[in-house]
T-cell receptor, first 113, second 114 residues
Framework: DQQVKQNSPSLSVQEGRISILNCDYT??????FLWYKKYPAEGPTFLIS?????DKNEDGRFTVFLNKSAKHLSLHIVPSQPGDSAVYFC????????????FGQGTTLQVKP | DAGITQSPRHKVTETGTPVTLRCHQT?????MYWYRQDPGHGLRLIHY???????DKGEVSDGYSVSRSKTEDFLLTLESATSSQTSVYFC?????????????FGPGTRLTVT
């Protein structure tokens, strides 16, 4: 039972344009969501997070949107840069879960110069 | 940089042999986690620890055991390695005081079981 799903295995965008990565979840108890970026041969690095009491969180070029009624979150990268090419994982957690994260399968983003 | 190291970084072993992977942190964080990453599955939690000698199972714990005798070290043992345990293994720590928060990952160990 995949509680967190990233249905697009890959995404290709042109440099300077917007990248939108999507994530769906099924467990309504999740109240904290995170995005990680992963380069080959490295560990995932934390990118941005959002609490369920918010519907938007921004950090520079990265914005995460949360739609609780649809159980959907998205990561917007504007403008996209070639260095953003990586695998992006969304993850979810909930209070009382000892900090355990449930990850999606990942989306590989390619930003073309 | 959360001061997390993993050793070894690469290992090839034979089916049926025991294998121990080590995670070391330098900042005395309470919560530590072991994940495996496989294509099509993202990262899946194997075991986690919420203090010295306090551990619990994750989503895919069968065939794995862990130990934490010191705050800074969290060991993952494959008791009898199988080909299905060929994977990339990541250790992580939680840096927030609350139980929900960002986790920071080590560089990973690539394990091949032949």
């Amino acid at each position: 039972d995949q509680q967190v799903k990233q249905n697009s295995p890959s995404l290709s965008v042109q440099e300077g344009r917007i990248s939108i990565l999507n994530c769906d979840y099924t467990n309504s108890m999740f109240d904290y969501f995170l995005w990680y970026k992963k380069y080959p041969a490295e560990g995932p690095t934390f990118l941005i997070s959002i609490s369920s009491i918010k519907d938007k969180n921004e950090d520079g070029r990265f914005t995460v949107f949360l739609n609780k009624s649809a159980k959907h979150l998205s990561l917007h990268i504007v403008p996209s840069q070639p260095g953003d090419s990586a695998v992006y994982f969304c993850a979810a957690s909930y209070s009382g879960n000892t900090g355990k994260l449930i990850f999606g399968q990942g989306t590989t983003l390619q930003v073309k110069p | 940089d959360a001061g997390i190291t993993q050793s070894p970084r690469h290992k090839v072993t034979e089916t049926g042999t025991p294998v121990t992977l080590r995670c070391h942190q330098t900042e005395n964080h309470r919560y530590m986690y072991w994940y495996r990453q496989d294509p099509g599955h993202g990262l899946r939690l194997i075991h986690y620890s919420y203090g010295v000698k306090d551990t619990d199972k994750g989503e895919v714990s069968d065939g794995y055991s862990v130990s934490r005798s010191k705050t800074e070290d969290f060991l993952l043992t494959l008791e009898s390695a199988t080909s299905s345990q060929t994977s990339v293994y990541f250790c992580a720590i939680s840096v927030m005081q609350s139980r929900v928060g960002e986790q920071y990952f080590g560089p990973g160990t690539r394990l091949t079981v032949t």
